[in-house]
């Protein structure tokens, strides 16, 4: 769409033709959705976990795929953070310096805190599905479950940028 100074362009189509949603923005929203899925998982394997443990219930293939499933929303979740970490700049926004990221909060907590968290949260996943496989008993399989996937419920809970949070919240469902 060219711009003459002969035909003036109306000023909503020259806005609408300026806000154009792009790959990161989608990329973002999808990033937001999978959220949900991840804690409705998470919340399923602790929830199994604690009902596995104090009813002393067999570990069984519901058990490993609700676990499963938290894996693979996780392993999603991770490859779509990393494409907006790189490319939306908070990589470069740390390269930059450290001193200047950590005074601004919604640097500090998308540059480092949100990242480092989840990344940790995506390792224990990981490890509690190695754990629970080499489990003897299905009793030692939901503890194992319980340990690993709750602290890593626990941490996405903490990382995630609820919109109550100040500076850093984003809305409770994304845009499109």
Do not use: C
């Not at 990329?27 to 998470?42: A, E, K, T």
């Not at 480092?116 to 496989?133: E, F, Q, Y």
């Amino acid at each position: 769409m060219l711009i003459s100074a002969q035909k003036p362009v109306p000023l909503i189509s020259l806005t609408l033709f300026l806000y154009k949603p792009t790959f990161m923005t989608y990329l973002l929203s999808i990033h937001n959705i999978v959220r949900w899925l991840i804690l409705i998982f998470g919340l399923l394997a602790v929830i199994k976990a604690l009902g596995g443990l104090s009813g002393k219930k067999a570990y069984t293939a519901g058990d490993n795929k609700t676990g499963l499933f938290f894996m693979i929303g996780f392993d999603i979740q991770l490859l779509l953070g990393l494409v907006l970490y790189f490319g939306r700049g908070w990589f470069d926004i740390v390269k930059a310096g450290m001193a200047d990221m950590m005074k601004v909060p919604a640097n500090r907590f998308f540059g480092m805190e949100h990242a480092l968290m989840m990344i940790i949260a995506w390792i224990l996943v990981h490890m509690g599905r190695s754990m629970i496989k080499r489990g003897t008993t299905d009793a030692q399989k939901h503890k194992r479950s319980l340990i690993f996937y709750g602290i890593a419920l626990l941490l996405v809970l903490a990382a995630m940028p609820w919109p109550f949070r100040e500076a850093i919240g984003r809305p409770w469902f994304p845009q499109f």
